[in-house]
């Protein structure tokens, strides 16, 4: 790849995160704010099945990390105290 290309893409991945952590902390702030004390955030895999929201918009859906926003919300989550558990996609589990 060509300079200018890694540029592109080191900017696209720049801007990616630091989207992600001002998410992430909006979210942290708001739990500590309403004095929530456990977050669970369910696995979304099969949201995406059978929908149709436009070509660029499943583009921008298809792409998310999921996987780096619940471990950045996990460890801003923690340092206010307050729990994070991901739901497994297979477990169909309530919480008493």
Known sequence: TS?????????KH???????HKV?????????EQG???????DIRN???EKDLGHRTNQKFHSLP???IY??????LKRYGIR???????????LN
């Open 66 to 68: 999921y996987n780096r």
């Open 3 to 11: 300079k200018h290309i890694r540029k592109l893409y080191k900017r």
């Open 24 to 32: 992430t902390r909006y979210l942290a702030e708001y739990c500590r």
């Open 36 to 42: 929530i004390t456990c977050v669970i955030a369910g």
């Open 47 to 49: 949201i995406r099945r």
């Open 71 to 76: 471990i950045m919300l996990e460890y801003k």
């Open 84 to 94: 994070f558990i991901k739901q497994p996609a297979n477990k169909k589990s309530r």
């Open 14 to 20: 720049d801007s990616v995160t630091d989207y992600l």
